[in-house]
């Protein structure tokens, strides 16, 4: 058991700058599409055919190579050749996965209110490494950190909930570490942090749930099924309500048992009257590798064939392009590296964040692994952002502000990132002091009404510190030679433009030679 990917392995190969090879039958969908477009009219039937029959990774490929040959946006075509509810889904499946879900936040948060059910469906239950191309996808096409947007944008439990979810990076499952004792262990402190007590203890209760692999939470299941007579989701039912219920329930589900749970959200699109088109092409687009597994969970659960449910509720093109999605082939289970945060270390390994003996030090590359050039898409573009310098870095001790949970983990700020601002947690906002442990950042100007960071050269406009050579505009400090502008110190020799000294600064003394600039004794 453990988390799913949703990304195809050219999304992932991609956010690693991985060599990209492209088969003979993507310049030839390429072509047809084209085609498709070409003079007076579109040839709606042959878009379906070509991008509605392709696995994730095939139309993947499809647009990436479309960009590289023609320095253009296949999503745009596509919002110039179609409309409605069939070019919104063309749209959405000409664009990479990671791009179409931060553009699907971007919209859950905008205006007046926020669409919650879009936000949780697309946070939870996410792998480390997916999620770390998310963040890092959100930030390039809307300028701003994602745990931002969520902190401004959320309220209650449910802000706690979502904010755990982007800070905690899920620990790989580990059979020394994650073992039966533990898992009784940490149903029983859940079982504390909630039913057994007057109240809630949210952060605690959150932060066991977010970080458990998928295998130990079915493990802390059965021992709180075992301890306390019904499980961890009748628990969430119990103690929360409202979006934070929502958020929880999902998040358990979607880990434990992802299938029912799927089906369930396909169910929801098209349940009562008329039918939630953008939220049925959402679930169609990101959780086509998935459905053969939701097919027969939705048969299960609701005693007919998904397909006829969705046939039943569309119509014209639309329709037809849904269908052909539905019974478009899948990919095989991807390949790419995961990111993850680690489980408790092996017996004689080395400390979390230690590299192995003759190891590169955590952050540097492994000897003959692929940088990541700083390409850029078209001008005006807004494709699949191109990758940075360096993988993301480990997470930076977390937040102890209260409505956290804590002790949570912040999420790794990507390195090398131009504009992307270093972070503990969150970018320093404006009127607060820079963060401990990290330079100051280009793009931020030094905060007015602090002091500079231990350890960092001082800033323009404050006292120097111990240990800095003096700013400008400020007199000398006792150890450091004088600066330009200011008379000299004792134990300095004199400056240029100043009178030379005799120990105090004073013009010569008895029984000392004169020095230039003063007249001689005796006048």
Known sequence: MSKLNLYPQSAHNAFFSANVTYPPQVDEAVQQIVAACKGLGTDEKSLIAVL??????????????????????????????????????????????????AQLLRDATKGMGTNESQVIQILSGRTNAEMDILKKTYFQLVN?????????ELSGDFRK??????????????????????????????????????GTDEEKFIGLLVAAPPQYLKMMNDAYVRKHGNDIAKAVDKEFSGDAK?????????????????????????KGIGTDETGLSTALVRYQSLLPQVKEAYKRLYGKELRDRIHGETSGDYRR????????????????????????????????GAPAHGAPAHGAPAQGAPGYPAQQPPSGSQGYPAPQQGYPAPPQQGYGQPGYPAPQQAYPAPQGQQGYPPQQGYPPQ?????????????????????????????????P???????????????????????????????????????????????????QQGYPPRGY
């Open 321 to 352: 392009l849904l269908l052909t999605i539905l019974d478009a082939p899948v990919d095989a289970p991807i390949t790419a590296p995961t990111q993850g945060a680690p489980g408790a270390p092996a017996h004689g390994a080395p400390a979390h």
């Open 52 to 101: 509605g029959s392709k696995s994730p990774e095939t139309r993947n490929l499809i647009q990436m190579r479309y960009r590289a040959l023609y320095n253009k946006e296949l999503k745009d075509l596509m919002k110039s050749e179609t409309s409605g509810d069939f070019g919104r889904l063309l749209r959405m499946i000409s664009t990479p996965l990671p791009v179409t879900e």
């Open 430 to 462: 404006q009127g607060y002091p820079p963060q401990q442990g990290y330079p100051p950042q280009q793009g931020y100007p030094p905060q007015q009404g602090y002091p500079p960071q231990q350890g960092y050269p001082p800033q323009q406009g404050y």
């Open 161 to 198: 909930v979502i904010m755990a979810m982007l800070q905690a990076q899920q620990l790989d499952f580990n059979p020394t570490y994650h073992t039966t004792a533990r898992a009784e262990e940490d149903a029983q402190a859940l079982y504390k942090a909630g039913e057994g007590k007057w």
């Open 144 to 152: 701003k950190d994602l745990a931002v947007t969520m902190n401004s």
């Open 464 to 514: 120097p510190q111990q240990g800095y050579p003096p700013q400008q505009g400020y007199p000398p400090q006792q150890g450091y030679p004088p600066q330009q502008g200011y008379p000299p110190q004792q134990g300095y020799p004199p400056q240029q433009g100043y009178p030379p000294q005799q120990g105090q600064g004073y013009p010569p003394q008895q029984g000392y030679p004169p």
């Open 246 to 270: 929502k958020s929880l329930s999902f998040l358990v589900k979607s880990v434990m048992d992802p299938f029912p749970a799927i089906a369930e959200v396909f169910e929801k699109t098209m």
